[in-house]
């Protein structure tokens, strides 16, 4: 079946850190993948997505690239900010279908410190 | 509003009792979810709305747990006779459409806490 598997937090990090959140799903056919964010007090929402294998997707300075070879979707940032302390969801949307059946991670938190 | 609007945005019930929530979705979005995330856990979906097509309920946990949608737009999720395990974070979600494309608009969730 389908599934997302995401690195444990919480991830502590100071400002200006590099930041690495690893994903990596299993799934039959051709899947995209997504990073959702969940700012403190807010609901979840689009980071970026990515909906075929090589792609990059990207946004607010985080990128993360579709790896079919390594079934990877890690999330990555050069330099973090205070501001990018949230919660991160890592999802997958089978290939047929529509995106009711959205599959997610357990999510990663990330705590920045100036 | 602009966004996803959810209430209650917290709920303390005694086990026994029921509850609604309540999720007004984006304008003119056909397409609306609900999902559960419980402490440690993934979201979990429940059920799915798309405009007049019968409603997607393959997600919901029991027959104690009911949704509807009045009008294509308000959604209502009730849980009757809640239970300590129902305790958990309910989110709402809207979107355009049936694509496939995951771009999901999230509420800020109804946070459940059965006694």
């Known amino acids: 079946g389908n599934s997302v598997t995401q690195m444990e937090g919480p991830v502590t990090l100071s400002e200006e850190a590099f930041l690495t959140i690893n994903c990596t799903y299993t799934a039959t056919g051709y899947p995209s993948l997504f990073w959702y964010v969940q700012y403190p007090g807010e609901g979840l929402q689009l980071l970026l997505k990515a909906t075929k294998a090589d792609d990059k997707g990207s946004n607010k300075g985080f990128e993360a690239t579709y790896r079919k070879e390594t079934t990877s979707f890690h999330l990555e940032k050069g330099s973090v900010q205070v501001s990018d302390s949230a919660v991160y969801f890592c999802?997958?949307?089978?290939?047929?279908?529509?995106?009711?059946?959205?599959?997610w991670g357990l999510g990663t938190s990330l705590a920045v410190n100036p | 509003g602009a966004g996803v609007s959810q209430s209650p945005s917290n709920k303390v019930t005694e086990k026994g009792k029921d509850v609604e929530l309540r999720c007004d979705p984006i304008s003119g979005h056909t397409a609306l979810y609900w999902y559960r995330q419980s402490l440690g856990q993934g979201l979990e979906f429940l059920i799915y709305?798309?405009?007049?097509?019968?409603?997607?309920k393959s997600g919901l946990p029991s027959d104690r747990f009911s949704a509807e949608r009045t009008g294509g737009s308000v959604s209502t999720l009730t849980i009757q006779r809640t239970q300590q395990e129902d305790s958990a974070v309910y989110l709402c979600?809207?979107?355009?459409?049936?694509?496939?494309?995951?771009?999901?608009?999230f509420g800020e969730g109804s946070r459940l806490t059965v006694l």
């Open positions: 999802a997958l949307s089978p290939g047929a279908g529509n995106n009711r059946k959205l599959i």
């Open positions: 979600a809207s979107s355009l459409g049936a694509v496939n494309t995951g771009e999901l608009f």
């Open positions: 709305f798309q405009g007049n097509s019968a409603p997607d």
